[in-house]
């Protein structure tokens, strides 16, 4: 009579660790996740607040409109893949990883020699981005307040890998689906240049990697609108 109990309540114990396991076990629905890849062209548009404590050099005082006139973008992209998780129909989470190309093009223009990294007058390319200091030629060190005048439009370019976590609400109507994000992104830069061509005294073009003034890892803020066409279950193009 004593050993009943005993045998039943083992009995019990054990089912109902069986069911807490399976139910662990089910939680994640693999039904519910969709991977994307992507690539896509990117309109890029800064928006540029003046700051008193930086920016100036041998003559001129750059404010957010001179670089405003003097930059433009080129062509830039992203692709990457993203992993899309649905909480309910209509909304979702995304995270995933991203490679970005930023461009941007500086008009000709004239810049000036200052006091340089190695404590002599080097040539500086200012803009929105940050500063390129030019090499110097081993014939030619100019003096601080030399002049040249850049005939061609130089470019800058910054490579980034990027991790977004993204929350989606989307509206299905037939084949159709619309939606809006918006989330944050972790930009890792990976890689910085700039082209500069001079032409005085001879035709010379620098590929420089490294402009200083910029950070290794900034936080954006991503928000976007869409459309998604559903050509079949488990096929969709965006």
Known sequence: VKLTPTVIAKKDTSIIKTDIFQKKKTNFDFSKLAVAAFYSPDFNCHILIDNDKNGSNHKTNYKAKDYDQREMPDFSFTSGVLLKYDLTN???????????????????????????????????????????ELPNSPTSIPQVGDSVFLRTN???????????????????????????????????????????????PSNVTFIISNISGLRTVTCGFIFGIGAQYNFYKGFSIF
């Open 90 to 132: 209509k909304w979702s989470i995304q995270s995933g990883c991203t490679y970005s190309s930023s461009v941007r093009k500086i008009k000709p223009s004239t810049i000036y020699a200052e006091q340089g990294s190695d404590s002599q007058a080097h040539y500086l390319l200012k803009s929105s981005v940050g500063i390129t």
């Open 154 to 200: 130089s470019r800058q370019v910054l490579q980034f890998i990027n991790i977004p976590l993204i929350v989606r609400f989307q509206y299905v109507k037939n084949k159709f689906s619309y939606y809006a994000y918006s989330g944050f992104s972790a930009n890792i830069l990976i890689k910085e240049q700039s082209i500069v061509s001079i032409e005085n």
